[in-house]
């Protein structure tokens, strides 16, 4: 198999699995509910040579415009799929193509199936989920949640965040109040920003 053969594959079968949209050219499967996007980027290694190895893992991210334009400003929450141990999937032979197949296709199923039909049966009740119970397993975004759920359910959650900071980021954050704008996370959207910005420590 090409790469572009065994990856193309390994996306067919998911996203029929998933019922996600395919697209070729994006190397993602993609499914919209209301305000969110929900996408699965498959990614391959630089290494990747044909007969020899091919692998690829798997960037889940769920989008809302409302947040920007580019997906970076927009993500609301993100997690990574790579298998146990390894940082790749190895989809090389159609033996070890059809085993990832049925590997992931369970954990995504299980996962961002099971996701997507929360927001699809009660939007408020799966931001209430991902918050409770996913948070930190999918990056989940402060400012989302603030903007459903209520500013006042965050406050917890960005104490427990600010004081797990190592020493140094809080120096930065001490920086960043008298205007520094050297690091990138000064720069773009994410919870420390988000907690700081909103004076939610005091």
């Known amino acids: 198999m090409s790469i572009d053969d065994a990856l193309s594959s390994l996306m067919l079968s998911i996203g029929k699995e998933l019922d996600f949209e395919y697209y070729k050219s994006r190397r993602c499967l993609k499914k919209t509910i209301k305000d969110l996007t929900f996408v699965l980027d498959f990614y ?108 006042d359910r965050t406050l917890n959650k960005a104490k427990e965040i600010y004081f797990n900071l190592s020493d140094d980021m809080i120096a930065q954050i001490n920086e960043y109040k008298k205007g520094v704008r050297n690091k990138t996370w000064m720069l773009n959207r994410n919870n420390i920003k988000y907690i700081v910005d909103n004076n939610l420590i005091n």
């Open 44 to 151: 391959t290694c630089k290494w990747n040579k044909i007969g020899d190895k091919i692998e690829t893992n798997v960037g889940f991210h769920i989008y809302n415009k409302d947040y920007g334009k580019l997906p970076v400003e927009s993500v609301i929450a993100s997690k990574m799929y790579k298998p146990k141990d390894k940082e790749w999937y190895d989809i090389t032979s159609e033996e070890k193509l059809d085993e990832v197949i049925d590997e992931l296709s369970n954990v995504l199923k299980q996962e961002i199936g099971n996701l997507y039909l929360r927001f699809e049966n009660n939007y408020i009740d799966a931001i209430e989920y991902l918050f409770n119970e996913k948070f930190n397993e999918f990056n989940v975004y402060l400012d989302f949640i603030a903007d459903n759920l209520g500013k």
